[in-house]
């Protein structure tokens, strides 16, 4: 378990509640779920679905699903991923909070240094804490326990994957699992204060951790936070700020960033509003079908990142574990309060700027490219970093450069006494 684990002793300060955990899907419903693809009748060859030249701008292709369905039932070896999540220290813990008891899960990189830095790594939707393990692989290699800087913390956001939504009879919002993961962090020992990354759904919560409270003290993005001093992100959709009248000083990047939100708000983010408007419809829907999920969320993986694409195994294992926690229509919760009627987005939202350092990655194929500039007008922006390659799910696609910008941001703005 956990703590027999390099990395897996819980600091001192942590409260006895908070234990090691590891998954194991039972056989019956690993089986279930490949019978399930089987069954599944894939629709046939049209236009939409078939475009000459291999375009996918209708929607995820018939002949790339085939060949997914097929290695899904047939070859993917969920008991080998299974493993290589076990094989870094997971817990999980009982949060109390006014909307309810949450069991969050999450893994962990423990360092046994004293002035160890704290940081919460935040995923987004269709992720999940997979898409950090090769950049905390990375960390495992460059460290030991004994040199580690950083008590690293990857939670699983509540509704997502193991961090099961209890039943609720009202609702949740980024705001709620900010207090949730912010009590998280206190019981594990880290109440003087620590850093906020995220990404996607993250970057937002990273953020009103940032503003609502003091023991965040940064974000960078991916959005990174050092709770009451900074936090970092690398996702910051936002409206054109009223000071950006010349895109002109902008990089030819930027100007290219731009073009591709533009292109995304026409035509690829239909299913945000979907989530946002009818969540119980689609939450049905992907629940009942794990081909649907596939076509749903592997369409994301393809269209959202940059080459060379994630893994067909990347996307089977994500699938395979939003299908196996039953999380498909639990995680859809976020959409109504970023992209619902009258919603704002968090950034461009006065009562989250950032009055605190904070940093930020450019990543040109995220699915929304915001220019730094843009950026700096949501909060004391202390530092950035531009990258050419990469996109919505950083950690996963460049693991090193996400690796770097973190160390950078977080000496940059944290001092060790």
Wanted: hydrophobic letters at 35%; glycine letters at 8%.
């Amino acid at each position: 378990m956990a703590q027999g684990k390099p990395f897996g002793n819980l600091p001192s300060g942590a409260t006895s509640n908070v234990k090691p955990y590891e998954l194991h899907i039972p056989e019956a419903d690993v089986q279930n779920m490949k019978n399930l693809l089987k069954l599944c009748r894939l629709a046939g060859p049209v236009y939409e679905n078939s475009m000459p030249g291999g375009k996918r701008t209708l929607g995820v292709r018939r002949d790339w699903l085939a060949d997914a369905k097929q290695t899904w039932e047939t070859d993917f070896d969920w008991r080998a991923s299974e493993s290589h999540m076990n094989s870094f220290p997971n817990f999980k813990a009982p949060v109390e909070d006014k909307t309810g008891t949450f069991e969050i899960h999450f893994l962990a990189l423990i360092s046994s240094r004293v002035d160890a830095i704290p940081v919460i790594l935040l995923h987004g939707w269709p992720g999940s804490f997979l898409e950090f393990l090769p950049m905390l692989q990375l960390f495992k290699e460059k460290y030991t326990p004994e040199t580690l800087p950083y008590h690293l913390v990857v939670p699983s956001i509540p509704g997502f994957t193991l961090s099961a939504m209890p039943l609720l009879d009202r609702d949740i919002s980024q705001g709620d699992a900010a207090r949730i993961l912010n009590k998280l962090m206190v019981n594990l020992g880290f109440g003087s204060g620590y850093v906020a990354q995220g990404g996607d759904i993250g970057s937002k919560v990273a953020r009103i951790l940032a503003v609502n409270h003091k023991e965040a003290k940064g974000k960078y993005h991916q959005l990174c936070i050092k709770l009451t001093e900074r936090f970092t992100v690398n996702f910051c959709p936002m409206g054109r700020p009223a000071s950006a009248t010349d895109d002109s000083i902008l990089s030819e990047v930027e100007k290219k960033g731009l073009e591709r939100g533009n292109t995304w708000k026409a035509g690829g983010n239909a299913y945000a509003l979907e989530q946002a408007t009818r969540p119980s419809t689609i939450g049905f829907v992907l629940s009942s079908n794990p081909l649907a999920l596939l076509a749903w969320i592997g369409e994301k993986y393809l269209e959202w990142t940059d080459d060379p694409k994630p893994s067909l195994t990347s996307i089977l294992e994500s699938c395979s574990l939003y299908w196996l926690t039953g999380c498909a229509h639990s995680n859809l919760w976020s959409y109504r309060h970023s992209f619902g009627p009258g919603q704002l987005m968090a950034q461009d939202d006065p009562r989250y700027y950032i009055d605190k350092p904070f940093g930020f990655s450019y990543y040109p194929k995220e699915t929304a490219p915001t220019p730094i500039s843009w950026v700096a007008t949501t909060g004391r922006l202390v530092w950035s970093k531009a990258h050419d390659k990469g996109g919505h799910f950083a950690a996963l696609e460049r693991p090193s450069e996400f690796v770097n910008d973190l160390e950078a941001f977080i000496g940059q703005v944290w001092s060790r006494k």
